[in-house]
C-alpha cells in the first residue's frame, strides 16, 4: 500500500515541478516545525511548498484518522472504510457516500484541480506528500484502510464538508419548506444550515486606546472543533495563523489582513418541481417537450459486504448537473446549485485573500465568487474594514417565490446569469466605527445600518428585515460604547457570557412575587431561596454562580409551562425588556415556573444549591471541567431559536443536552474555534480551539484547550517567529523530497 500510494503521488508532483526554474527543481528544502506549550505547530519554511509539507506532515502527526476518513467521505468511500453501520463524525457511512456520489464531489474536485494556479496545486500536492511521508514514517499509527491519496483530495474535502448546509443548503431548504420528504442526510444537512451560529466583529482603530483595528472571529457548532485544524504557517512571504479546512486557509490571519465568517448569506440555489413521464420515469417534460435525465451509476465497496450500486439522475437546469432529491407518482424534485461545477474555485479565493495585503486585494481575490455563502467580515492593518454577504447568486427572473419548489417544466424560472460582486449586500469602513454580524440581519449589524432590505431584490438580501438575536444585541451593545477599547476588554468581549434582559426579568418575577404574596408566604423555603438569589443576579453566567443556575432552570421552567395558550405564551416570551414586562394577567406563571425550578432541582440534583458549573461541564476521555457562558432554550423548538430572541444565548452560545444519569448535563455546541486579532506592532493575536490540538486521547494537548474554555482564557499564537523561540517545547526538521 505504502508502494502505491508513493508512486501515486510522485507522479503528480513531478508534474507540478515541472512548472518551477531548474534550480528550485533541484535543490534539498527543508522545514521546522516547532510546537508551542498547546501542541500547535509552528510551520517554518523558505517556500510554500515546503510549508505546505510541513502542514500535511504535522496534520498527519495530529488527526490522521479523522482527516483520512473526511477523504473517504468526500470521495463517497466512507464504506469501504467502515462498512455499513457508523464511522466517526460521519454517522451512516452508506448514506453520506450516497450523497457524495450524488453532488459528484470527486469528480468535480479533480476538474476544479486542474483550475487552480500552478502554485497552489504545488502547494496542496506537497500537503499531501507531507501526509503520505509521515505515514510511512509511522505504519503502526496507520490504519490499514488507509487510502492512496490523491492531490485534488483537499478539493474535494473543502466542498463536501460545506455542501449540504451551504452550497446546497437553500435548495434543500426550499424543497423541505414545500413539503417535500427529503433523504434523512439531506433533512438533517438542510435544518443544520438554518440553524447556524457564530459571531464576528470589527472595531476600527479610533476606537480602540492602541489606535489599530481589532477583528474577532468565533465560529460556532458542535464543540469538537476538530474538522478544522491549527497552526501558524510562515512558508516563504506566506505569513497565516488560525484555523485550516486541510489545507485551505480558511479562517486564519495574515500580517495584514484578518476576517471572520458567520451564517447568513444570499439564496445560491432552488429546488425545482418536476413533471415525468409516468411510463418512464427518467423523461421529464419542459417547454412543452419531453427531455431525459441524465444517469450516473456508482459502485459504492462495503467493507465486510457485497458493493453496492446506486444510480443518480440529473436533469439540466439552469444548465447544470441538477440530482433529483426526491420523488412521488408523477414528479420529481431537483436542486440546482451555482457552485455545481466550480469546485477550486473557493481554495483559490482563500488562497489570494490569504495572500492580500489590504481590503481593496481582499476584493479583488472575492470577485471569483467562489466563497460558499457565508456573513463574511475582514479588518486590516491599515484600519480598513469591509463586510460582504458573500455567495454566488445567480440572476433571477421576477414572479415567482424563490424560498419554495419553482415549477421546473419551464424556462421561465431558469436563471438568467451571475450577479457580480458589486451587486451583493457589503458595507466598507463603515463612519460608526464598528460593526458586526452575529447570525442577524444586516440592517442592525450596527446602529442605524445603511444595509437595508429596499436596497436588494429579495433572494439577495434573504434575510426578514430587522430580524436580531441576543448575540447580535450584546455586541451592539458593546461595540456602540467603545472609545477607549483596551485589547483586554475585547477579549473579555469575546469571552462574553451576559444573558441579554436579566434585568427585565428579574424586575417582573419582582413583580410576581409581590403580587403572589400570600402564595410565597406558605411556599417552601427552598422557594425563597432561588427568588432571592435570581433577584440579585448580575446576568452573568458564571461557571461559579448558584445565582446563574437558579436563574437558568427557572427560564427553562418558564419554557416548559403546561396549559400556556398563545396569548400567555407570547406575553412569556421573546425580548420581554422592548414589551414593557409581563402584564399583570400572566405573572402568576412566573411563580408557577419557580415552584417547577424548585422541584426539578429536589429531584434531579437533591439540593437547589449547584453552580452553573457543578451541573454543566465540556470535556472529553472522561476528563470535564465546568462551564459557563450557557444558552437558555425553548426545548420545545430546540436550536432552532437561535435566529431570533426568542432564546437567550450569551456570546459563547454553549448548549447543552439533557441531565444524563449524575444530572450533568454536557455542552455538545458553542464556540470552538476562537480568534481575537489586533493590528498593534507587533500583532497581538490569539485562539481558544475545543477541545484541543490532537485527536490521538493519549496525547496531553486531546483535551486541554478545554480548561482554558472553563476558565474564560485565550492562549497566545506567537505570530511572531521571535516571539515563539522562547516557547517552543518540541522541535523537527523534516528534508522535503521531490522525485
Known amino acids: 500500500m505504502n508502494s502505491r500510494r508513493t508512486l501515486g503521488i510522485g507522479a503528480v508532483l513531478l508534474a507540478v515541478v515541472s512548472a518551477w526554474p531548474a534550480a528550485a527543481a533541484n535543490a534539498q528544502e527543508q522545514v521546522t516545525i516547532h510546537r508551542d506549550p498547546w501542541g500547535v505547530p509552528h510551520i517554518i519554511a523558505e517556500s510554500e511548498e515546503a510549508g505546505f509539507y510541513g502542514l500535511g506532515w504535522a496534520q498527519a502527526d495530529d488527526q490522521l484518522e479523522f482527516i483520512l476518513t473526511m477523504f473517504l467521505s468526500a470521495r463517497g468511500e466512507a464504506a469501504a472504510a467502515y462498512g455499513a453501520e457508523?464511522?466517526?463524525?460521519?454517522?451512516?457511512?452508506?448514506?453520506?457516500?450516497?450523497?457524495?456520489?450524488?453532488?459528484?464531489?470527486?469528480?468535480?474536485?479533480?476538474?476544479?484541480?486542474?483550475?487552480?494556479?500552478?502554485?497552489?496545486?504545488?502547494?496542496?500536492?506537497?500537503?499531501?506528500?507531507?501526509?503520505?511521508?509521515?505515514?510511512?514514517?509511522?505504519?503502526?499509527?496507520?490504519?490499514?484502510?488507509?487510502?492512496?491519496?490523491?492531490?485534488?483530495?483537499?478539493?474535494?474535502?473543502?466542498?463536501?464538508?460545506?455542501?449540504?448546509?451551504?452550497?446546497?443548503?437553500?435548495?434543500?431548504?426550499?424543497?423541505?419548506?414545500?413539503?417535500?420528504?427529503?433523504?434523512?442526510?439531506?433533512?438533517?444537512?438542510?435544518?443544520?444550515?438554518?440553524?447556524?451560529?457564530?459571531?464576528?466583529?470589527?472595531?476600527?482603530?479610533?476606537?480602540?486606546?492602541?489606535?489599530?483595528?481589532?477583528v474577532l472571529s468565533d465560529?460556532?457548532?458542535?464543540?469538537?472543533?476538530?474538522?478544522?485544524?491549527?497552526?501558524?504557517?510562515?512558508a516563504g512571504d506566506l505569513h497565516a495563523a488560525g484555523y485550516?479546512?486541510?489545507?485551505?486557509?480558511?479562517?486564519?490571519?495574515?500580517?495584514?489582513?484578518?476576517?471572520?465568517?458567520?451564517?447568513?448569506?444570499?439564496?445560491?440555489?432552488?429546488?425545482?418541481?418536476?413533471?415525468?413521464?409516468?411510463?418512464?420515469?427518467?423523461?421529464?417534460r419542459y417547454d412543452g417537450e419531453w427531455r431525459r435525465m441524465e444517469t450516473h451509476e456508482a459502485v459504492i465497496e462495503v467493507r465486510g459486504g457485497e458493493p453496492i450500486t446506486r444510480t443518480f439522475a440529473y436533469t439540466r437546469h439552469n444548465e447544470v448537473l441538477s440530482p433529483v432529491v426526491a420523488r412521488e407518482e408523477g414528479k420529481a424534485w431537483v436542486v440546482s446549485t451555482a457552485y455545481m461545477h466550480t469546485a477550486g474555485d473557493f481554495d483559490q479565493e482563500v488562497y489570494e485573500i490569504n495572500r492580500a495585503s489590504s481590503i481593496a486585494e481582499v476584493k479583488q481575490a472575492m470577485r471569483r465568487l467562489g466563497m460558499f455563502?457565508?456573513?463574511?467580515?475582514?479588518?486590516?492593518r491599515h484600519g480598513d474594514s469591509w463586510y460582504i454577504r458573500a455567495g454566488r447568486t445567480p440572476v433571477r427572473p421576477n414572479g415567482f417565490d424563490w424560498n419554495r419548489p419553482l415549477p421546473g417544466n419551464t424556462s421561465a424560472s431558469a436563471w438568467l446569469g451571475t450577479h457580480p460582486l458589486e451587486d451583493l449586500v457589503q458595507l466598507e469602513t463603515p463612519a460608526a466605527g464598528y460593526m458586526q454580524n452575529n447570525n442577524i440581519s444586516p440592517d442592525v449589524m450596527l446602529e442605524a445600518s445603511p444595509l437595508t432590505a429596499d436596497r436588494y431584490p429579495s433572494y439577495i438580501y434573504n434575510d426578514r428585515s430587522g430580524r436580531r438575536n441576543t448575540r447580535g444585541v450584546r455586541a451592539v451593545e458593546v461595540l456602540s460604547g467603545a472609545w477607549d477599547f483596551t485589547f483586554e476588554e475585547a477579549v473579555e468581549l469575546s469571552l462574553d457570557e451576559k444573558w441579554v434582559g436579566t434585568e427585565?426579568?428579574?424586575?417582573?418575577?419582582?413583580?410576581?412575587l409581590e403580587a403572589e404574596r400570600d402564595r410565597v408566604r406558605a411556599a417552601s423555603p427552598h422557594l425563597r431561596t432561588l427568588a432571592r438569589r435570581i433577584l440579585s443576579f448580575d446576568g452573568h453566567a458564571r461557571q461559579a454562580s448558584r445565582a446563574a443556575h437558579a436563574y437558568l432552570v427557572w427560564r427553562e421552567q418558564v419554557f416548559s409551562l403546561p396549559d400556556v395558550d398563545e396569548e400567555a405564551r407570547e406575553a412569556l416570551g421573546g425580548p420581554i425588556w422592548e414589551k414593557g414586562g409581563i402584564p399583570a394577567a400572566h405573572l402568576p406563571r412566573l411563580v408557577d415556573a419557580l415552584e417547577a425550578a424548585v422541584e426539578f432541582m429536589l429531584e434531579t440534583y437533591g439540593s437547589v444549591d449547584r453552580t452553573l458549573g457543578d451541573v454543566f461541564r465540556i470535556g472529553r476521555g472522561g476528563r470535564t471541567w465546568p462551564l459557563g457562558g450557557l444558552s437558555i432554550l425553548d426545548r420545545s423548538g430546540g436550536g432552532g431559536c437561535a435566529v431570533d430572541l426568542g432564546c437567550v444565548f450569551t456570546l459563547r452560545a454553549m448548549?447543552?443536552?439533557?441531565?444524563?444519569?449524575?444530572?450533568?448535563?454536557?455542552?455538545?455546541?458553542?464556540?470552538?474555534?476562537?480568534?481575537?486579532?489586533?493590528?498593534?506592532?507587533?500583532?497581538?493575536?490569539?485562539?481558544?480551539?475545543?477541545?484541543?490540538?490532537?485527536?490521538?486521547?493519549?496525547?496531553?494537548?486531546?483535551?486541554?484547550?478545554?480548561?482554558?474554555t472553563s476558565e474564560r482564557r485565550?492562549?497566545?499564537?506567537?505570530?511572531?517567529?521571535?516571539?515563539?523561540?522562547?516557547?517552543?517545547?518540541?522541535?523537527?526538521?523534516?528534508?522535503?523530497?521531490?522525485?
Not at 465560529?219 to 491549527?230: Q, V
Not at 432552488?270 to 421529464?284: F, G, I, N
Not at 475545543?690 to 484547550?705: F, I, K, L, R, T
Request: charged share 25%; with cysteine.
Open 373 to 380: 455563502p457565508q456573513n463574511v467580515m475582514f479588518g486590516d
Open 714 to 739: 485565550l492562549k497566545p499564537t506567537y505570530f511572531d517567529p521571535a516571539e515563539l523561540m522562547n516557547h517552543v517545547v518540541s522541535t523537527e526538521v523534516l528534508d522535503v523530497s521531490v522525485p
Open 504 to 512: 427585565a426579568w428579574r424586575e417582573a418575577l419582582r413583580q410576581a
Open 655 to 708: 448548549t447543552a443536552g439533557a441531565p444524563d444519569s449524575l444530572g450533568l448535563r454536557h455542552v455538545q455546541s458553542g464556540s470552538r474555534l476562537l480568534r481575537l486579532v489586533q493590528f498593534t506592532d507587533p500583532i497581538r493575536s490569539f485562539t481558544l480551539h475545543n477541545y484541543g490540538q490532537s485527536e490521538n486521547p493519549d496525547s496531553p494537548h486531546y483535551v486541554d484547550q478545554a480548561r482554558l
Open 244 to 284: 485550516s479546512l486541510g489545507p485551505m486557509l480558511i479562517l486564519t490571519h495574515t500580517r495584514d489582513v484578518s476576517w471572520g465568517m458567520t451564517t447568513g448569506a444570499p439564496d445560491v440555489a432552488d429546488c425545482y418541481e418536476v413533471e415525468v413521464d409516468p411510463a418512464d420515469s427518467l423523461r421529464y
Open 86 to 214: 457508523t464511522a466517526p463524525r460521519v454517522g451512516n457511512p452508506l448514506a453520506a457516500d450516497a450523497q457524495a456520489r450524488m453532488w459528484r464531489h470527486a469528480e468535480e474536485a479533480r476538474a476544479g484541480w486542474e483550475r487552480l494556479s500552478p502554485q497552489l496545486r504545488r502547494n496542496y500536492a506537497h500537503y499531501v506528500a507531507g501526509m503520505e511521508a509521515w505515514m510511512r514514517a509511522h505504519p503502526d499509527r496507520t490504519p490499514d484502510w488507509a487510502p492512496d491519496l490523491e492531490p485534488w483530495d483537499p478539493v474535494a474535502l473543502s466542498r463536501f464538508v460545506l455542501w449540504g448546509g451551504y452550497q446546497a443548503g437553500q435548495g434543500l431548504q426550499d424543497c423541505a419548506r414545500g413539503g417535500v420528504r427529503l433523504a434523512t442526510a439531506d433533512r438533517e444537512a438542510a435544518e443544520a444550515g438554518a440553524r447556524g451560529a457564530s459571531n464576528e466583529w470589527v472595531l476600527a482603530p479610533w476606537r480602540t486606546r492602541d489606535d489599530a483595528m481589532i
Open 219 to 234: 465560529p460556532h457548532g458542535g464543540i469538537d472543533g476538530a474538522f478544522s485544524y491549527e497552526s501558524r504557517l510562515h
